[in-house]
């Protein structure tokens, strides 16, 4: 059986053979090289600047590219920038860009295209929400400019020439070149986008291609078509010639598509993994992907730390994920995910090396319990859950409510499951008490997970707050910038700090997609950020 497996920096084998992702394909063929996949919601934008969810990534990423594109096996290959260099004191990053590279209208991509469509992320005007979060503390200026006190114009990135963008940061930052890979990093054509003002990203006719696809149709709530783009720059190494999404909600609706020949993937839940399991179709894709409670603090039960440690232990998480999910996912050991980053110099992980800090103990649940209730005053307490409306959520939020009114006496759940793009609008609004919220990373650094809650942090939303937690995150971004493995240390600390200490959080268990997926598809590997899977060197057998 065939796996698909996580490219990310500890490394990982797809079903590419080569540094690309790119697999020889000896023999023409008239098979149609046209593919279609699910997508478990709408695309809730196609603008980078505004881009926030995990389907609108998978899309846009096929269609635009940035300075470097993630191969198989998690390490930069080359996108619009042929190479680049950093000075001694880790301060000016230059890029040089490729001088074939082209918009699917035609105009040349250019270093003007890169430094416009950051100073646009961060311009206030925009309402960009990972512009100021991504670009802030890292390309100078952009905290400024982000909260208004500075122009758009004196962000630290220059268009030397048109293939020359140098950047300047505030300070030293390890893993920026992994960073460019990311949607908010995606260089834009300032005609385009003007010309089309506030539709800019809404419509199939309102968006623009750099990318090896290009959007043609796009039907709200249904579905939509990419195309090979022709005008891209490295077009040759594009097999397929039509890349197509599906909304599907229902794991049983996938499931019936794909064996009517509909679809090319599927996702699969309990209920079909052991119908399938024994399938060539089968695949499972492992993916640093957390799911996790977030605790909102502004709510006075949740800001009791015993009631926070109760519900973290109370979830019995091995039981989820061997019976409830049944999709290859993994329980949950910290908030940094397993496979995902080493050590530096070493093949060690970071969760190998910290060890669990994550826990389910029925008895220390209701010890916890009793305390947060006797310091409440309280003998009944009613929370919500806010989660997904989809299939698999549903079921695991129903668990959830079993496992914590079944040993949190005088406790009741009340479900909330709404649409994933509400979610994530009330997951950003502080509109929850308890979120079953998703975090995948947005580089391949600890970073990425451990500086979500700083105090009044742009993805903190749960009005957690420690100074001496945002201590220990600026001594590693700062101080520990250029010294691997204090800085590493350093997120160690803060990470036991965050769960031992604050149970600001309860990871519950780490992501795996259990699929059908069709056994002539070839090249397509999970990525550890961007796009969830690379198509820009798949192809299908004959």
Known sequence: MMTFVLAACSGG?????????????????DVKQEVTITAKSEIASMDPSLIT????????????EGLFRLDKDGNLSPGIAKDSSVSEDGLTWTFNLREDAKWANGDPVTAHDFVYSWQRAVDPATGSEYGPYFLGGVVKNATAISEGEMDPSE??????????????????????????VFITFMPLN????????????????????????????WNHGEGWTLVKNESYWDADAVKLQKLEGKVI???????????SGQIDQAELNAEFVDQYSTSEDFRVAEQPYLYFFKFN????????????????????????????????SIVAEGYVPSNFVNKPDTDKGFREVQGSLVESNEAKAKEHWAKALEALGKEEVTLEILGDDTGTSQNAMAYYKDQLETKLEGLTIELV???????????QESEFEILAATWGPDYVDPNTYLNMYLTDGQNNNMNFSSEEYDALIAKANGEYAQQPQKRFETFLEAERLLLEEYAAVAPIYQDAKAMLFRPSIKNVFATATGPEFEFKWAYVEE
């Open 13 to 29: 084998e797809s079903t590419s053979s080569n540094s690309s992702g790119e697999e020889e394909n000896s023999s023409e063929s």
């Open 53 to 64: 969810d995990t389907v609108s990534f998978q899309w846009a990423g096929e269609t635009l």
């Open 155 to 180: 962000l630290g990135a220059v268009a030397v020439d048109d293939h020359t963008l140098e950047v300047h940061l505030e300070k030293p930052v390890p893993y920026f070149k992994n960073m460019t």
């Open 190 to 217: 300032q005609d385009y986008v003007e010309k089309h003002g506030d539709k800019f990203g809404t419509e199939a006719k309102f968006t623009l291609a750099n990318g090896p696809f290009k959007m043609t149709e």
């Open 249 to 259: 909600k229902e794991i049983s609706t996938g499931v019936n598509l794909y064996q």
């Open 297 to 328: 603090q502004a709510n006075e039960v949740l800001a009791n730390v015993d009631a926070r440690k109760a519900i973290s232990l109370a979830i019995d998480r091995q039981a989820l994920v061997d019976v409830i999910l049944n999709d290859g």
């Open 417 to 427: 499951q709404v649409p994933f793009k509400e979610r994530v609008r009330r997951g």
